[in-house]
């Protein structure tokens, strides 16, 4: 099933460069705003398409990702750069006769996306390159080669069109915006490493976890279990996540969050900042560790093993975005130029997570004073910045 899902880090890592048809053209907060209005025209008249097939109308909804703010960046970042434009699509899930929601859910984007691949032959857009979308687009991701104006008259950009579903939609567009400036990637590879530690999936469609029968079972099985949601809650997901966990041991213990946890304040959608990731993720280990779910059905001993657990996960991931295959498309200076600062992300995000997830942090110093543990990260950001 996962072949069938656009999963975030795919979404962060194409960049454009599926073709190299798209790699001389510079995107900017203008170029974004000229594909938008063309999207549109493409979303109200496959609309008209649709209802003649009698199916419901596709939600073409905003860009995401760095795109989220090409509307103040016009003003405030005219000549800001990005790697394509990611445009949100929310789907309906239709009853296609599939065991489960999921089978339904990737019938559906596949039958959509084949009725656009030829509903975008037969109307022929100029601005559309139809024989290279079609080649580059796959049956669960359709990446749109357009033409757009440019200072310099006419380029060409890739449009990938996310998929998601109106059950979750607030929860993947709040998933994949990123710090603003900063590539997704950066922000998205945390979520994922501290899910993967966890056997839990953090990803568009909600913080999910497996079972066998009644037992948590590890998300990258695949046979006889089943998916269920935990939450796609924005303002709550940290204590949702704790809460499961305590409710899968099975304790009497009463349910009681850290001090850090309760007074988390949670990740702003308009502003996702890496910090407040860090320190939710900080205070859920804390709140396991004070309910003592380490060693039950977290295979860790303690909170420092789980965030040492997560710190290594992320630097994983991070190394693995600085030598994608992608890079071996280069052709221009300015694909040249991307490439190089996604390794300074990496490099710079990769010390970061040391000094955040420190694995020579003691908790036992301060597990009773949580203003303690703030006032250390603070002091190693600002060390940091």
């Not at 073709?19 to 979303?43: E, F, M, R, Y």
């Not at 400036?181 to 999910?208: C, D, H, M, T």
Request: aromatic residues 10%; glycine residues 6%; negative net charge.
């Amino acid at each position: 099933m996962a072949n069938y899902v656009k999963l975030f880090e795919q979404w962060l890592m194409e960049g454009g460069w599926a073709t190299t048809k798209t790699q001389s053209t510079l995107i900017k907060p203008k170029i974004i705003a000229d594909g938008v209005k063309k999207l549109q025209i493409i979303g109200k008249e496959f609309a008209d398409q649709c209802k003649g097939l009698e199916l419901p109308a596709l939600d073409f909804s905003k860009p995401i990702g760095s795109g989220t703010w090409y509307e103040e960046d016009i003003v405030s970042q005219p000549d800001k750069v990005y790697g394509d434009i990611d445009f949100m699509v929310s789907y309906p899930t239709l009853d296609l006769g599939g065991k489960d929601e999921r089978a339904n859910e990737i019938a559906t984007v596949k039958l959509y996306n084949n009725e656009m691949l030829s509903f975008l032959k037969s109307k022929s857009y100029a601005f559309i390159d139809y024989d290279e979308t079609a080649a580059v687009s796959e049956p669960s991701s359709l990446k749109l080669i357009m033409q757009v104006e440019t200072p310099e008259g006419e380029g060409w950009i890739q449009v990938d069109m996310v998929v998601t579903h109106s059950g979750y939609k607030e929860w993947a567009i709040f998933r994949m915006t990123p710090i603003r400036n900063v590539k997704g990637f950066v922000l998205g590879n945390l979520y994922s490493a501290f899910g993967e530690v966890l056997e839990l999936s953090i990803q568009p469609r909600g913080v999910r976890a497996k079972f066998a029968g009644t037992a948590m079972a590890s998300y990258s099985k695949r046979a006889g279990v089943e998916d269920k949601l935990i939450t796609a809650n924005i303002s709550t997901f940290m204590h949702d996540i704790a809460k499961f966990f305590w409710e899968q041991s099975g304790t009497d213990k009463p349910y009681a969050e850290s001090a850090s946890l309760s007074s988390w304040k949670g990740i702003d959608p308009a502003d996702p900042k890496f910090e407040d990731l860090c320190d939710g993720i900080v205070a859920v280990a804390q709140t396991l560790e004070q309910l003592g779910e380490f060693g039950t059905v977290i295979k860790y001993n303690s909170a420092k093993a789980l965030l040492d657990a997560v710190k290594a996960r992320y630097i994983e991931k991070m190394e693995t975005a600085a030598s994608s295959s992608k890079f071996d498309k280069i052709t221009t200076p300015a694909a040249q130029m991307a490439a190089d600062r996604v390794k300074t992300l990496v490099a710079d995000y990769t010390l970061k997570i040391k000094q955040l997830l420190n694995e020579n942090y003691s908790f036992n110093d301060v597990h009773g004073d949580d203003s303690l543990l703030a006032g250390t990260r603070h002091a190693v950001l600002r060390s940091s910045d």
